[in-house]
T-cell receptor
Framework: RKEVEQDPGPFNVPEGATVAFNCTYS??????FFWYRQDCRKEPKLLMS???SGNEDGRFTAQLNRASQYISLLIRDSKLSDSATYLC????????????FGSGTRLQVQP | EPEVTQTPSHQVTQMGQEVILRCVPI?????FYWYRQILGQKVEFLVS????????KSEIFDDQFSVERPDGSNFTLKIRSTKLEDSAMYFC???????????FGPGTRLLVL
C-alpha cells in the first residue's frame, strides 16, 4: 500500500461546480497534513494546512479524519484558475520529519 | 512576502559531470530540504538539514549526493557524477520549525544527457 494515495483524476468540472478530493495515508503516526497546489512544471505551493477540527479558507475547506486516515479538500464555486494538480502531503508519514506526497489529483475546470 | 529562491532555473549537463544546485531559503527559517520530481511522477524527499548537518535522508540520497550550507544564506545540493536518471526537477524547501509548513522554491530543472 502506498504511503499517501490519491485518485489521479482528471476531474473535469464546469465553472461554478463543487468538487471534492480525498487522500488516504497509511502511517497512523503521521503528524501534520497539507494540501499543496502544483501548476504544470512549477513548484508545489501551499494551499492550506489540515487540522482535525477542519479548516476553511474562502472557497476551500479541508478536513482530517484520523480514525479513517484520510484527508479531504472541498472546492466550492470552481474557477478556471483552480485548474491545477492538488497534492496531498503528510509530515512524519515514514517516520521522518519530511513531507511524503501523494501523486496528485488533476483538476480541470471548464468554461 | 519572503520566498525561497533557487539557481539556476535550468541546467543541462553531460552524464558523469558534477552539478551544484543552489538555494537561498527564507531568512529566518532553520530547516532546509531538498526534494526532486521526475517528470510525470510525484515529489520525493531527498534530504533534510538542520543545525549545519543532515538530519534525515531518503534511500535516493546516496553517496553521489551531498548538501552544504557554505555561508549564512545559501544551501546547496551537489551531485558528484550525474546519471541519466538524475534528470528531474529539484526543489529546495525551508521551514521555521520541523512541524511547520514547508515553503518551496521554484525549482531547478536538471537534464542529464
Amino acid at each position: 500500500r502506498k504511503e499517501v494515495e490519491q485518485d489521479p483524476g482528471p476531474f473535469n468540472v464546469p465553472e461554478g461546480a463543487t468538487v471534492a478530493f480525498n487522500c488516504t495515508y497509511s502511517n497512523s503516526a503521521s503528524q501534520s497534513f497539507f494540501w499543496y497546489r502544483q501548476d504544470c512544471r512549477k513548484e508545489p505551493k501551499l494551499l492550506m494546512s489540515v487540522y482535525s477540527s477542519g479548516n476553511e479558507d474562502g472557497r476551500f475547506t479541508a478536513q482530517l479524519n484520523r480514525a479513517s486516515q484520510y484527508i479531504s479538500l472541498l472546492i466550492r464555486d470552481s474557477k478556471l484558475s483552480d485548474s491545477a494538480t492538488y497534492l496531498c502531503a503528510c509530515l512524519g508519514a515514514m517516520g521522518r520529519r519530511a513531507l511524503t506526497f501523494g501523486s496528485g489529483t488533476r483538476l480541470q475546470v471548464q468554461p | 512576502e519572503p520566498e525561497v529562491t533557487q539557481t539556476p532555473s535550468h541546467q543541462v549537463t553531460q552524464m558523469g559531470q558534477e552539478v551544484i544546485l543552489r538555494c537561498v531559503p527564507i531568512s529566518n527559517h532553520l530547516y532546509f530540504y531538498w526534494y526532486r520530481q521526475i517528470l510525470g511522477q510525484k515529489v520525493e524527499f531527498l534530504v533534510s538539514f538542520y543545525n549545519n548537518e543532515i538530519s534525515e535522508k531518503s534511500e535516493i540520497f546516496d553517496d553521489q549526493f551531498s548538501v552544504e550550507r557554505p555561508d549564512g544564506s545559501n544551501f546547496t545540493l551537489k551531485i558528484r557524477s550525474t546519471k541519466l536518471e538524475d534528470s528531474a526537477m529539484y526543489f529546495c524547501a525551508s521551514s521555521a520549525d520541523a512541524q511547520e509548513t514547508q515553503y518551496f522554491g521554484p525549482g531547478t530543472r536538471l537534464l542529464v544527457l
